[in-house]
Structure formats: structure tokens, C-alpha cells
């Protein structure tokens, strides 16, 4: 079983950065995918990012494009997401998770990001104030 932990969130003021890190307790980053959740109160869970290195794909929610950016370390087994010119609707707990690649599946021109993982960290609090 693989075991994540998330950490690097915070209290940061609208335009800052935080880098959140999702440590996995085995090499899993090469036959994994690793995607990136949020959800604040109230709302659905939303898939932020996600990598996988089976297919070398990426996926960045319309929300966080341009502003974050995921990538990975395989001799740490950790997966980062680089959060710059943050917003207060941002504000959310933030969670890690691995499952079977790749993290997008194609339908025609569109493509979904993978919603159901295997694995799933305990969360860490991103709050964006203005």
C-alpha cells in the first residue's frame, strides 16, 4: 500500500506562493499517477493537477493554468505543486493521490482528468487571504 503525505500548505496573502510536496512512501512516481485534489467547505472535490510519467502527461485544471505548475522527483518519490499568484479562491484543503496511469482519458477532442485514485493523503490547508 502506498502511503502519501502532503505538506507545504499555509496562510499566504492574495498574489503569494506556496509550494505544496506529496511524499510517497515507495518509488511510485513510475507506475503511478499523481493527481492533485481540492475541495472547500461546502464545494465538490476538484481535480487541481495531475502527472504521469507513463505517458508523459500533464494536467493543470482551467482554474490553475498559467498559475501552478506539478512536477516530480523520483529519487525523493515526491510530487510538488508550485502555486504562484494565488487567489482566495484558492482557499481549500489540498490532497495527494495515486492510482493507475495515465491521470487524462480522451474523448474525441476533449480530455477528462482521471477523478478515481487508489491512494489519498490526509490533506493540507491552502487559505488565501485578500
Known amino acids: 500500500e502506498v502511503q502519501l503525505v502532503e505538506s507545504g500548505g499555509g496562510l499566504?496573502?492574495?498574489?503569494g506562493?506556496?509550494?505544496?510536496?506529496?511524499?510517497?512512501?515507495?518509488s511510485a512516481f513510475d507506475d503511478y499517477?499523481?493527481?492533485?485534489?481540492?475541495?472547500?467547505p461546502g464545494k465538490e472535490r476538484e481535480a487541481v493537477s495531475c502527472?504521469?510519467?507513463f505517458d508523459g502527461s500533464?494536467?493543470?485544471?482551467?482554474?490553475?493554468?498559467?498559475?501552478?505548475?506539478?512536477?516530480s522527483d523520483n529519487p525523493k518519490n515526491t510530487v510538488y505543486l508550485q502555486m504562484n499568484s494565488l487567489k482566495p479562491e484558492d482557499t481549500a484543503v489540498y490532497y495527494c493521490a495515486?492510482?493507475?496511469?495515465?491521470?487524462?482519458?480522451?474523448?474525441?477532442?476533449?480530455?477528462?482528468?482521471?477523478m478515481e485514485y487508489d491512494y489519498w493523503g490526509q490533506g493540507t490547508q491552502v487559505t488565501?487571504?485578500?
Open 33 to 40: 499517477a499523481i493527481g492533485w485534489f481540492r475541495q472547500a
Open 128 to 130: 488565501v487571504s485578500s
Open 51 to 53: 502527472i504521469s510519467s
Open 12 to 15: 499566504v496573502q492574495a498574489g
Open 58 to 71: 500533464t494536467y493543470y485544471a482551467d482554474s490553475v493554468k498559467g498559475r501552478f505548475t506539478i512536477s
Open 17 to 26: 506562493s506556496l509550494r505544496l510536496s506529496c511524499a510517497a512512501s515507495e
Open 98 to 114: 495515486a492510482g493507475n496511469p495515465p491521470c487524462l482519458w480522451y474523448s474525441g477532442s476533449d480530455y477528462y482528468p482521471k
